[in-house]
């Protein structure tokens, strides 16, 4: 009864580290501790994802009607919603529109631009006190602040987290997949923590991993030994183990890009991309495949194989990715499936940032196809 066991054990995210951990005797378990609480992050955003996808008119007009009346007679018919005629209880309702005011929808006029920027800021906000109360982190950097977050004394820890509490920000009024990425450093102790320690080669990397809100939440995670893949289960509300050491294919049939900068592109990327369309060996063409969102494009290309690429060009000469908290964990991952990374002049996971928001251009993938795109640089030179 091979199922029946399988469906009894099942290997939850903190199981998994829980083990990884026990490898190492001299750990006291302060990593599993940290991944709990960006998992704590991860599952927040995925619950207010779906709460501004599903019902998002819906909220927004009960919020408003809920507000702006505030009584507790408040119903459905008391509001301006003209689809639906019949009454919601109160309490219903007064759950539906405290749902709109945690994922900050409430009062809102300006239903577009606003509510869109408010769930980044709600995600940062989620994650900095997420990872500042886990008392294992130290320095935090995360796409929406300009500046990174030195944790205070008494809450200090020895990692340092760089992240994009939520990506591909464009794609979240239409409902297509966005995600979290991360990757953790850990500081060398004994001096007062300064910007050196995240202005690291990204082959320092402890840990890094993304969370896809997505037709399912996805937890993609390498500690550096593999990577795996969690499926959030919502009615345990558990990561389980369903993507055991995730391979990419050494070759792939797909290509991804946004084809609509190609008047900017360099020789070697310009050349790449024709060579996907046009083989020059008698393969067939690739095919292509461009979300929009970096976590959904690269875990299609980790599951399925090929490339994705956000190269340099002539406007954008580093490209539009950064180095940090996309680059690097995407890199980090690649590597670890057995995958390429390369900026167009080196391996990216070599690469020392400057600055913390610094930029790259990126060529990530399956083996074969990512050497393909360094031979064509190196021509180049
Ligand atoms: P964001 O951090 O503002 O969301 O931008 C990052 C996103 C990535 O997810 C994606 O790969 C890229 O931007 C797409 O950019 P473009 O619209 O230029 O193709
Ligand atoms: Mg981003």
């Not at 378990?29 to 709990?36: A, K, M, R, V, Y």
């Not at 408040?74 to 019949?86: D, G, H, I, K, Q």
């Amino acid at each position: 009864h091979a199922a029946d066991a399988h469906r009894t054990d099942l290997m939850t995210m903190t199981r998994y580290v829980l083990n990884e951990q026990s490898k190492h005797p001299e750990s006291r378990g302060d990593f599993t501790i940290l991944l709990s609480h960006i998992v704590l992050g991860c599952k927040f955003v995925c619950s207010a994802v779906n709460k501004v996808l599903l019902p998002n008119l819906f909220l927004s007009a009960f919020a408003e009607s809920c507000i702006y009346n505030s009584s507790s007679t408040c119903t459905l018919e008391t509001c301006s919603w003209p689809f639906m005629n019949y009454v919601i209880h109160d309490s219903v309702f007064r759950h539906i529109a405290g749902l709109a005011n945690i994922i900050g929808l409430a009062g809102e006029t300006n239903v577009q631009g606003e509510e869109q920027k408010k769930l980044d800021v709600l995600s940062n906000e989620v994650f900095i006190k997420a990872l500042v109360s886990s008392g294992r982190t130290c320095i935090l950097v995360s796409e929406e602040d300009e500046e990174a977050t030195f944790v205070e004394t008494s809450k200090r820890g020895r990692y340092c987290v760089v992240f994009d509490p939520l990506d591909g920000s464009s794609n979240i009024d239409c409902g297509v997949s966005i995600g979290t990425i991360f990757g953790i450093y850990m500081v060398n102790d004994s001096h007062e923590p300064t910007l050196d320690e995240v202005l690291q080669p990204g082959k320092n990397m402890l840990a890094a991993g993304y969370c896809m809100y997505g037709s399912s939440c996805t937890f993609v995670l390498s500690t550096g030994r593999g990577v795996h893949g969690f499926t959030l289960d919502p009615s345990l509300g558990e990561f389980i183990l369903t993507h055991p050491d995730i391979k990419i294919p050494k070759k792939g049939k797909i290509y991804s890009v946004n084809e609509g900068n190609a008047k900017n592109w360099d020789g070697p990327t310009t050349k790449y991309v024709e060579k996907c369309k046009f083989p020059e060996d008698g393969s067939s063409p690739k095919s292509l495949r461009y979300i929009g969102s970096m976590v959904a494009d690269v875990h299609r290309t980790l599951l399925y194989g090929g490339v994705f690429l956000y190269p340099g060009d002539k406007k954008s000469p580093n490209g539009k990715l950064r180095v940090l908290y996309e680059v690097f964990p995407m890199s980090f991952l690649m590597e670890q499936a057995g995958g390429q990374a390369f900026t167009g002049k080196q391996r990216a996971l070599d690469l020392v940032p400057k600055k913390i928001h610094e930029r790259s251009p990126i060529f990530l993938g399956s083996y074969d196809d990512v050497e393909e795109i360094k031979a064509l640089y190196a021509a180049e030179e």
